[in-house]
């Protein structure tokens, strides 16, 4: 699929040809027609699984672990094979269900996760491969496809919204590609910091904050004019983010000392702890989409002494925050998503680590209409192969947009007029959601 997409659009131009002669005009309308007709009846399948769907997510947070982590150490454990390495599979809340024994507070909240142990994708390499999980589409020179959050942003979010409907959290993420630019992703650097230039400067209101904004506006009327570009509107865009959020009470979203310190070290006193909260705040407030990242798992070498920290950081902040939000009733409309670019290889090699392994990972999502307290697909005992249910990028995509009552065959269009699909391919993940049956 992934190939298809460079295809169409490396040679768009054979989708209008510059010579219309009748002749070709004839020949071109009738290919389009008999074309159309095709597509119509190749997507009838994928269009009856969404039809009459209520869509049930709202908000979403993700969970990103830069670098890849592995699946055998986390959600899909081994114990006693040669490639299942020192920690030892716990059983979790549901039964007959087992995570690895660096998750014992997610492991009491299995019942509201989906884990999917079958991912497959062809992207082994880390640039490559957050492209990928980040937008559906492997990367190609040609087109800078939007992240999932703009997608969000664009099809779901209130323009009107004070906050940023996309937020990203600990680390930049990719940015809303051929969509506009008000779609970007509005970072925080450091959650555990407050937030720059939100706030009025010393000795200024908000009527000489508007007058000088219209000064501006004044002083670059002509040079925005002869200057049309992205570049031009992500800068136009920031202006209009910050005019809005500096005069809004929902920035208190950001203000994580509002939180009772019980909750704040529940969550863990450390980047991404605090960006979970954070991310909780935010879409109690409205947002739409957070993403939360966490450096660390390119774990070439050490890969067990490194896990075994990271996921100290980890499963207090997803645990706390799935509870988080059920106790807020937020649960429900939420889609929490915890990820990474790839996993890692079930052989440990002579540096004890792991090595970027693309062809069988784990990806888990509870929430906003996921059916929990499941496992789908698996691999095989030494984890080297999908024995059922492999998942696709794409199947994952498909899976998100129509929880979100997003038509993940709807096009959007490039900045050069050419229309390109939410998603390219795929199909719901069987069994994933709850007010589907496949």
């Not at 990367?139 to 703009?150: E, L, N, R």
Request: with cysteine.
């Amino acid at each position: 699929m992934e190939n298809k997409a460079e295809n169409i659009e490396n040679h768009s131009e054979d989708l209008c040809p510059q010579d219309l002669s009748r002749r070709n005009f004839l020949k071109f309308g009738m290919n389009s027609f008999l074309g159309m007709i095709a597509l119509k009846h190749l997507q009838l399948p994928v269009f009856a699984q969404t039809d009459h769907i209520v869509a049930s997510a709202e908000h979403c947070i993700v969970l990103f672990m830069n670098g890849g982590p592995s699946q055998l150490d986390t959600f899909d454990p081994k114990p006693d094979t040669a490639n299942g390495g020192p920690f030892k599979a716990i059983q979790t809340r549901v039964k007959g269900r087992q995570f690895a024994g660096t998750l014992p507070q997610v492991s009491e909240q299995a019942h509201h996760l989906s884990i999917i142990r079958s991912m497959v994708s062809r992207e082994g390499n880390h640039e490559r491969a957050r492209y990928l999980l980040h937008t559906g589409y492997a990367p190609t020179g040609s087109v800078k496809h939007p992240t999932f959050g703009s997608l969000v942003s664009h099809h779901l979010g209130n323009p009107d919204f004070e906050l940023p409907n996309c937020v990203s959290i600990n680390s930049p993420s990719f940015t809303s590609g051929f969509l506009k630019a008000k779609h970007d992703p509005f970072t925080v650097n450091n959650p555990m910091e407050p937030i720059d230039d939100i706030k009025y400067p010393v000795q200024m209101d908000q009527r000489r904050f508007q007058q000088r904004l219209m000064l501006m506006g004044d002083l670059q009327e002509d040079f925005l004019k002869k200057r049309v570009g992205r570049s031009t509107e992500a800068h136009q865009a920031i202006y209009e983010k910050a005019d809005k959020m500096i005069n809004s009470e929902k920035t208190k979203a950001f203000e994580l000392h509002e939180e009772p310190i019980a909750l704040r070290e529940a969550y863990g006193m450390n980047r991404f702890g605090q960006g979970c909260l954070m991310a909780r705040r935010l879409v109690e407030s409205g947002v739409k989409f957070v993403e939360v990242s966490l450096d660390g798992w390119d774990t070439h070498s050490n890969n067990f002494e490194q896990v075994g920290n990271l996921m100290n950081t980890v499963d207090p902040a997803f645990a706390t925050l799935i509870r988080d939000l059920e106790d807020r009733d937020l649960l429900d409309k939420t889609i929490v998503m915890w990820l990474g670019e790839f996993g890692r290889t079930p052989k440990i090699n002579s540096n004890e680590g792991r090595d970027h392994f693309a062809n069988g990972w784990s990806l888990v999502l509870g929430g906003g209409g996921i059916r929990g307290g499941q496992v789908i697909g698996s691999t095989s005992e030494d984890g080297m192969k999908v024995v059922d249910q492999p998942v696709s990028v794409q199947d994952v995509f498909v899976s998100l947009c129509t929880s979100f009552g997003i038509d993940h065959n709807s096009e959007n269009w490039s900045r050069v007029g050419r229309p390109i699909r939410v998603v390219n391919g795929g199909n719901i993940i069987k069994g994933l959601l709850k007010n589907i049956q496949i």
